[in-house]
């Protein structure tokens, strides 16, 4: 008996060493150094809430959250529009369909600092040009305002996930009895109603699914922010994970920046668990 | 026949959407091979010559063997340490079913939830202080934020793998960590493809964390990229044979593997 629980501690040792020490540890000590002058070094004045009092009033920071906030709700509704599109295109008996999801998935293999790069070159070079060819104003100067900063980076992330999003959709319509398809169609349902009644209930897990990735990824997003359009511009287009690296490692304000680093922690973490205790409660619900 | 027609417009439309995701590609491609007054003055034809000196330019200043190298160490001993030590920690937490390996099982799933944004400042500190900001380190870190996600995947995958496989092979002699290595690891093999093609994903691509970390001379592709692209703004020549050329490792994977990726991550969402 002894024995098995050496063994059980043995096989755990490491994951819990790796999980301890790179995500409790600096997690709880980043809360407690939060409320001090800490500078990274070293902190000698505990200064209580000043830090959080003070990030309410971070017209930066507020102006991320905001910009963050907008960006996730677009791209989540666009990312599953398309996402559910897309899988219901190649899911269809099409000779190209094979082919089409290995081109609609290849983004996402490519890391978003150069996607970002390469998107930076279409929007202020090529969209440009073809402005100046068709004579359309509103596709030259992109990037250099918020908006066409915000729509850039909408798009860009669109691009590459909708592909992902897709595998997950994918993965649960092929797992539709094709019987239920069968005998509707027989009750004379047309491909609209079928759509309603079988497809998309039986698809709403996948929602659940696809919901939490683009949430959680369009929260933390960084390196396509950073390639893209690099916060500007005066700072507009500054998602909260790059305000909270600027404000650490630019600023050199440690516990300031760990300050919003917990308020951003709790802001993920209460949106994530609604999200997903909703969604399972509908779920059941159909 | 009127079936046929609309058979032949989902065909069209979808090949025509495929052709709309590739053209980012297409246009970074071509413009690579263009020449920087050629680019100012047209973006969107073929290229007139081949301009490959642009890509030799980007590949000396990109340091691209050493960059590769450093991509690939990295991301090699991450996979296989995250591999290697999650699948023992899933087996170990599934094959005792108690209140504590339970509670653990959570605490690794709650970490999810935690964005990385909230821990790298006090986790740059700490690493810090005792000299861990180097390949060692961050390979440790990927461990502790990757062992997450494949814990949970490999503890699914346990409860279809029979207890009497192990208590066999404790009548025959084996050990725990022989059961384990001979029987219980080999059986995990597609879901270790998963856990692997998910992190290679993560790893290989992430900036973040390498910048914070790592110092140039051990740069990984992305942060290289990041560089070399400071370097060069205005300059798109140079940067898109750059991000050509960065690309291109990882589009040879993929068509060695489009198969298992694509299978890879199904799984990982369904679960």
Redesign the interface.
Known sequence: MR??DL??W???T???L??????????I??TI?SFTNWN??TADKFVGLEHYINLFQDKGFLNSIWFTIKFSVVTVFLLNFFGLS?AL??T??????N?????????????????G???Q??FV??FD??GQLLGVESLQGWLATTATGFWGLVILTV?QMSG?IM??Y???LQNIPNELIESSKIDGANSFQRFRSITFPLVAP?FT??MF?TL?TS??M??QN??LTNGGPFESTQM??MN??RT??GANE?AY??AK??V??II??VI??TQVYYNKKREVDM | MKHKRKKYLGEIVAVLLGLIWLSPFYLMLVNAFKSKREIFTDVLGLPEGLETTNFVEAFVDLDFINSLMNSLIVTGVSIAIIVFFSSMAGYALARNKSKLSGLILLLFVGAMLIPFQSVMIPLVALFGKVELLNRFGLVFMYLGFGSSLSIFLYHGAMTGISRSLDEAAIIDGANKFQTFRYIIFPLLKPISMTVGILNVIWIWNDYLLPSLVLSESNATIPLKMFYFFGQYTKQWHLALAGLTIAIIPVVIGYFFAQKQIIAGVAEGAVK
């Not at chain 1, 269809?92 to 369909?97: E, Q």
């Not at chain 1, 089409?100 to 890391?111: D, K, Q």
């Open positions: 024995n098995r063994a059980f043995l096989f755990l490491p994951v819990l790796g999980l301890g020490l790179v995500v409790i540890v600096p997690l000590y980043g150094y990274g070094l897309l295109l190649v269809r008996k099409l000779k190209s369909a082919f089409l999801r290995t081109i609609f998935f290849m983004p996402n293999l490519i890391g978003g600092l150069i996607l790069f390469i998107w070159f279409i070079s090529v040009d073809v691009w992902y595998i997950i994918i993965a649960y996948a699914v696809s990735l959680s929260f933390k960084y390196d950073l390639s909260v994970a909270i690296v650490a490692f440690m920046g760990q680093a917990v951003f922690f993920v973490a994530s668990l």
